[in-house]
């Protein structure tokens, strides 16, 4: 299983981004997709998963009315659409997979991408 991500860069507070979450090597059907952030000298924290099979989705309070999680089951690809981008924002974001329909805790999680840089300037 592969994932990989794109679509980090810089921008202003208030400014958008949208990542993309490729997936390869399997059916994703009954997995859950999650996105997953670091920022330097912090703990890993959950940002938003969606459910492959029924579509169950979950957001972190933080990111809640800003960030929306979507899919393209023809292109196995997630999306994490970013807007009204704060500097608390900062971190490398994850995608990350595992077989079931979604949890907040990044341990369970089997498969992760590279990581993509996101830095949201004051």
């Known amino acids: 299983v592969q994932l990989v991500e794109s679509g980090g860069g810089l921008v202003q507070a208030g400014g958008s981004l949208r990542l993309s979450c490729a997936a390869s090597g399997r059916t994703f059907t009954n997995y859950a997709m999650g996105w997953f952030r670091q920022a330097p000298g912090k703990e890993r924290e959950f940002v938003t998963f969606?459910?492959?099979?029924?579509?169950?989705?979950s957001y972190a309070d933080s990111v809640k009315g800003r960030f929306t999680i979507s899919r393209d089951n023809a292109k196995n690809t997630v999306y994490l659409q970013m807007n009204s981008l704060k500097p608390e924002d900062t971190a490398v974001y994850y995608c990350?997979?595992?077989?079931?329909?979604?949890?907040?805790?990044?341990?369970?999680?089997?498969?992760w991408g590279q990581g993509t840089q996101v830095t949201v300037s004051s």
């Open positions: 990350a997979a595992y077989q079931g329909y979604g949890s907040k805790s990044w341990v369970v999680y089997d498969y």
């Open positions: 969606i459910s492959w099979g029924d579509g169950r989705i």
